[in-house]
Nanobody, 124 residues
């Protein structure tokens, strides 16, 4: 059974940094795409960043380019989201997701497994 467990969220001041982790277990993820999404109260879930687990393809939403970095550690089966220069509008629950395909997409419905989410709150 696939499990995705996020950690690393918290409260930070504007301009600060956080690193989110997504520990994946339950199968070999070499043929999977991994994504980070976020959902703020009253808003739809939106794509933040994605990476092909086997490497080579990384994508970012325009609103995080230059501030966030997605990476993965194959040995630890963990995907990371380094978030710098955080803004109050980055406040949301952040979710890790896995897709049974090597193709990264920005559509939540195309992902097969989800973590429970981790809250990120950025104060002004």
């Amino acid at each position: 059974q696939v499990q995705l467990v996020e950690s690393g969220g918290g409260l930070v001041q504007a301009g600060g940094s956080l690193r989110l982790s997504c520990a994946a277990s339950g199968r070999t993820f070499s043929n999977y795409a991994m994504g980070w999404f976020r959902q703020a109260p009253g808003k739809e879930r939106e794509f933040v960043a994605g990476i092909r687990w086997s490497g080579g393809s990384i994508y970012y939403a325009d609103f995080v380019k230059g501030r966030f970095t997605i990476s993965r550690d194959n040995a630890k089966s963990t995907v990371y989201l380094q978030m710098n220069s955080l803004k109050p509008e980055d406040t949301a629950v952040y979710y890790c997701a896995a897709r049974k395909s090597v193709i990264v997409t920005n559509t939540p419905d195309e992902y097969d497994y989800w973590g429970q989410g981790t809250q990120v709150t950025v104060s002004s």
